[in-house]
């Protein structure tokens, strides 16, 4: 005759333990992610900086555009947080202003630069063969080209809007993201579960988007991440070189562009926009790197 045993303390901990779900693979990218000061900082400053352009009509001390030249280079007061350019505008609202513009074509030739990156890399990865010689000779020839070069000249021939703009920089920025997705996809399409679906008779552009392109997107993200830092930078690269979106429209590099023709006289002009320029680039590769390290830890132990 058995005898029933009560439990004892391990044996409750081993059912526990039994019962817990593992940690998720996005909980543990977020884990690894919160333990990098520079990660959170660059997610705060983002934050921060996306917050005050999406609420600029209302954050705004003054019109951006409004004009006075009774107080035009005025240094920061109490009436003017950063003072006012040469013709009287307040700069902290043309700052706040100018933010949505910088950051709206950042984000939007990243992602354009994401889709047709990922989609040329997925098919030269996926199908190889010729396909793949002809757009892999094609990214070699787009990288060979100097961007600020070609972006001055797409920029030459049209009048400089937002949306044009985006367009032109997605244009000369989508080339590294479609190698990276080519690499991937090179090792993927071989793996058992593409093999799998190829089996049981899954179409070519299913296994491409539903199968393939979903264990990509970890460097698509991080990818995406530093394009919109390489995006804002080339546009103020383009506005400082006077190519840009043209007065009276702000712009971080526009702002910066006017600003030099007074280092000496009004030196915050230069500051005020050269910092938020700097700050909102620098946070952008803080989140990049953090995403990386969290996404492939071993790599912080390189």
Do not use: C
């Amino acid at each position: 005759m058995t005898t029933l045993q009560h439990p004892t303390s391990s044996t409750v901990a081993d059912l526990v333990s039994l019962r817990q779900k593992p940690e998720s693979i996005q909980a543990q990218v977020w884990r690894r992610f919160r333990r990098n000061p520079l990660a959170l900082f660059g997610v705060t400053v983002l934050t921060l900086l996306a917050l005050s352009a999406l609420f600029a009509p209302w954050l705004a001390p003054y019109d951006p555009n409004a004009v006075n030249p009774y107080e035009a280079l005025q240094p920061p007061n109490a009436a003017h947080w950063l003072g006012t350019d040469d013709l009287g505008r307040d700069v902290l609202s043309r700052l706040l202003f100018a933010g949505r513009v910088s950051l709206m074509v950042g984000l939007f030739t990243a992602f354009v630069a994401v889709i047709v990156g990922a989609l040329l890399g997925a098919i030269a990865g996926y199908y190889g063969g010729l396909i793949d010689g002809f757009i892999a000779r094609f990214i070699d020839l787009m990288l060979s080209l100097p961007v600020v070069p070609l972006a001055l000249v797409f920029s030459a021939f049209v009048a400089i809007t937002p949306l044009r703009l985006t367009l032109i920089l997605a244009a000369v920025s989508w080339m590294g993201v479609a190698r990276l997705v080519r690499g991937e996809f090179l090792k993927l399409r071989h793996a058992q579960f593409t093999e799998a679906a190829r089996s049981i008779g899954a179409p070519n552009m299913r296994i491409i988007f539903v199968h393939l392109l979903p264990n990509a997107i970890s460097p698509i993200l991080v990818a995406a991440t530093l394009l919109v830092a390489y995006a804002i930078l080339i546009e103020s690269s383009l506005s400082f070189l006077g190519f840009g979106i043209q007065p009276p429209t702000a712009t971080w590099g526009n702002m910066l562009f006017n600003a030099q023709r007074y280092l000496r006289n009004a030196p915050w002009l230069a500051i005020f926009s050269g910092v938020v320029i700097t700050l909102t680039v620098a946070s952008i590769n803080f989140v990049g790197d953090g995403l990386r390290e969290a996404i492939d830890p071993r790599l912080k132990e390189r």
